[in-house]
């Protein structure tokens, strides 16, 4: 719980370098990978590129979204009151959901094999994510409800957490959960050529996210018919890696059916 690092002169939000230091380590990986394999690493970096900036918009436009009613857009065009809303923060299923989309836009105008990336290199974003919240820990954000049992954590005052509060350690919580499904992505890519590493991914943090967002004291968000945004946001996502999965089973099943289907010649 260290908002800010310290190196002598030097204090860099410990959010941030969380982030950071993620991101950096899973495209280190992702290059080890890609060069143990001769593959040209461009199409990977383009690809990012586009899912970077998806997942900065998206993850910005859903924040203001479920923020709708409480800013002031009388003041939108003020300076400082706009910078305020723009540093306010940013929901994850909102970046995801639209670095996806960017993505595929991407492969389609490049012509890239976009889903060849993700089975192979999915695993890396939980990886990277994991990170993210340990550095939401380090900065308070996205804190858990009162709790006063085992791993329960308390936050200075200067934390976005409310202070000397015992809470739910829901940010290291969800870290774990996310390097378990990398580890999980990983090991299937290894031992049985798994090509569903982006459906499994969806379903498997929709899931875990389903369940922690009900020890989330952040409720910010909002409820709708008892359930959180990022709630409703799982389920349809848990929904969508269903039916995609279901769907290609259905596609590599009719393909080899036709393969099978022997004609006769005239």
Not at 188 to 205: A, I, N, P
């Amino acid at each position: 719980m260290h908002p800010f690092i310290h190196f002598g002169s030097l204090s860099l939000p410990g959010y941030g370098l969380s982030i950071t230091f993620g991101a950096v380590l899973a495209n280190v990986i992702a290059a080890l990978m890609i060069r143990k394999r001769g593959e040209d690493w461009l199409d990977l970096i383009l690809l990012e590129a586009y899912g970077l900036g998806g997942a900065f918009l998206g993850a910005k436009l859903l924040f203001l979204l479920v923020n709708i009613q409480k800013i002031d857009w009388s003041r939108i065009f003020e300076k400082e009151y706009f910078s305020g809303v723009m540093r306010g923060g940013f929901v994850f299923y909102g970046g995801l959901i639209l670095a996806i989309i960017a993505v595929f836009a991407a492969a389609h105008f490049h012509k890239i094999d976009a889903m060849r990336y993700f089975r192979e290199y999915t695993f890396l974003l939980p990886f990277a994510h994991a990170f993210g919240r340990i550095g939401c820990f380090m900065a308070g954000c996205c804190y858990g409800v009162p709790y006063d049992g085992r791993f329960a954590v308390t936050f200075p005052e200067d934390s976005f957490a409310p202070s000397g509060i015992s809470l739910f350690p829901s940010q290291p919580a969800e870290s774990v959960c996310l390097f378990i499904i990398s580890a999980i992505i990983l090991i299937l890519q290894l031992t049985v050529s798994f090509r569903y590493s982006l459906e499994l991914y969806v379903f498997l943090y929709g899931i875990c996210r389903f369940f922690l967002e009900r020890f989330r004291g952040d409720t910010d968000r909002g409820l709708y018919f008892g359930l959180s945004t990022s709630q409703w946001i799982a389920v349809l996502m848990v929904t969508a890696s269903v039916i995609f999965y279901l769907y290609d089973r259905k596609k590599i099943s009719s393909e080899e059916k036709e393969q099978d289907c022997v004609c006769p010649s005239l």
